[in-house]
């Protein structure tokens, strides 16, 4: 793959893991943001950052202001939409000293422009993303393995090991575990029916405004060998370099030298499908049309075959518009 000189935008890029067993074993890959956030706590300019917390009634994912490490919900990835802008402006009053924020690409500048309009110090994380899911894609997740949302506990998308998968607790007890990026969510996730509008034209991989971003290192050396986790991650500010050089100084983190080309390798799937979001917006306003048309989604979720059915449709779309 080709060097593009708009991606090369970090200023170091490294890959390694939290010495924090836990952590790094509960994260979804190597525990680096989770760590971050825990250093940072400790620290007289942060004294809040985020959580997100398994609500059984909504069945998904809500935010949750934390003003110690003791009450974060370490949960891995979180293959979710959802509005984090809006619950910062809802929360801004509720936000003691400093803030160390979590949240997807797009995100970022407008959660930073609202913090340092209202004087509020903010450390943001951000990552590798390749377009979030709404919760009615969890949902038919679970219709598809056999299970209703008034029997789910519990579930997360990511963590306890790597690269893990989803992970969901019932009330009767038992226990259903999918191995990562595996059918039927593999095939629901590419159908895009279930993306939002967004999502399918957005640009960022990762944001160069977030402090640091982190990904993960689909690498052969940590596919073939690699169960608890690393980080690959990219160190956009010197604020975060700063952070990062302490905590590799206090042995809170075990790190090596990465480079753009490794990030390439390892994301390039996403790096490319971002890039050609531009070039496709013909494609997807016709994904998303389909994704909101009640009726077609509703017969084409009917059964695994039939949204089979339908990638053959946008795969003959695709190259009809193309």
Excluded at 306 to 319: D, E, G, S, T, V
Aim: charged fraction near 20%; include cysteine; glycine fraction near 6%.
């Amino acid at each position: 793959m080709k060097e593009d000189a708009n991606i090369n935008k970090a200023l170091v890029y490294y890959i390694g893991y939290s010495t924090d067993r836990l952590i790094r074993y509960k994260a979804s890959s190597g525990g680096i943001g989770t760590s971050i956030i825990k250093y940072l706590l400790s620290l007289p300019g942060y004294d809040t950052s985020m959580t997100f917390v398994y609500d059984k009634d909504k069945c998904g994912y809500i935010p949750k202001l934390i003003y110690d490490f003791s009450e974060i919900n370490i949960c891995g990835s979180i293959y979710q939409d959802i509005d984090i802008l809006s619950f910062i402006k809802e929360n801004i009053s509720n936000i003691k000293n400093g803030i160390v924020v979590t949240c997807m690409p797009c995100q970022v500048q407008g959660i930073r422009s609202i913090l340092n309009r209202n004087n509020i110090n903010n450390f943001i994380i951000s990552f590798c993303c390749s377009g979030q899911t709404t919760l009615e894609g969890t949902w038919l997740f679970y219709r598809y393995i056999g299970i209703g949302k008034s029997q789910v506990i519990n579930m997360q998308y990511r963590g306890n090991g790597w690269p893990s998968g989803i992970q969901i607790e019932l009330f009767d007890g038992r226990k259903i575990c999918r191995d990562n990026y595996t059918n039927p969510w593999k095939l629901m996730h590419q159908s895009k029916l279930f993306r939002p509008k967004r999502c399918l034209m957005c640009k960022e991989d990762v944001s160069y405004k977030a402090d640091v971003s982190l990904a993960d290192p689909w690498l052969g050396k940590y596919k073939n060998s690699d169960k608890i986790g690393n980080t690959m991650f990219l160190v956009n500010t010197e604020r975060g370099l700063s952070f990062i050089e302490e905590m590799k100084n206090k042995s809170l983190l075990q790190l090596i030298d990465s480079s753009m080309e490794d990030y390439m390798k390892a994301q390039g799937h996403t790096v490319m499908a971002k890039k050609k979001a531009s070039q496709e917006k013909k494609f997807n306003n016709i994904l998303s049309k389909m994704g909101n048309n009640i009726m077609y989604k509703k017969i084409m979720t009917l059964y695994p075959f039939m949204l089979k059915f339908h990638m053959i449709i946008i795969r003959i779309i695709y190259k009809v518009v193309k």
